[in-house]
């Protein structure tokens, strides 16, 4: 399923990461995304994330989104305070840019899950 706002993106993402789906989860972002890891190092490409959200898919983390602002049209920066309630909790803000290429469904184009605002993820 395509995302037709940017809000709806983040609803597919935790309903395929939840289910298990990696590749539905996965397609939730753009071929080219780049991600910001806690190492102080940007990954680029699907393969990368594919690593990175397959553990966590094969253990059906749920996820839940808290979005705090969506500001934009066409490419959409959205700040975001995520919590993983399964199987860890944990709770971060994050950073992400959204995109609406030719197709007109929405993806996920770049994000730091580890952003720091204001405020805490407690």
Do not use: H, Q
Not at 71 to 98: C, N, S
């Amino acid at each position: 399923m395509r995302a037709s706002t940017p809000e709806e993106i983040e609803r597919l993402f935790p309903e395929s990461m939840r289910r298990g789906e990696l590749d539905a989860a996965l397609a939730c972002y753009a071929p080219a995304l780049a991600f910001w890891k806690r190492e102080n190092k940007v990954n680029v490409g699907i393969e990368s994330l594919r690593e990175e959200l397959a553990p966590l898919a094969s253990e059906k983390a749920e996820f839940r989104f808290i979005n705090r602002r969506v500001v934009g049209f066409g490419l959409t920066l959205i700040y975001d305070e995520w919590r993983a309630v399964r199987p860890r909790e944990k709770a971060e803000y994050v950073i992400e840019i959204v995109w609406r290429p030719l197709d007109k469904s929405w993806t996920f184009a770049a994000g730091d899950p580890f952003a720091v605002m204001s405020g805490s993820a407690s």
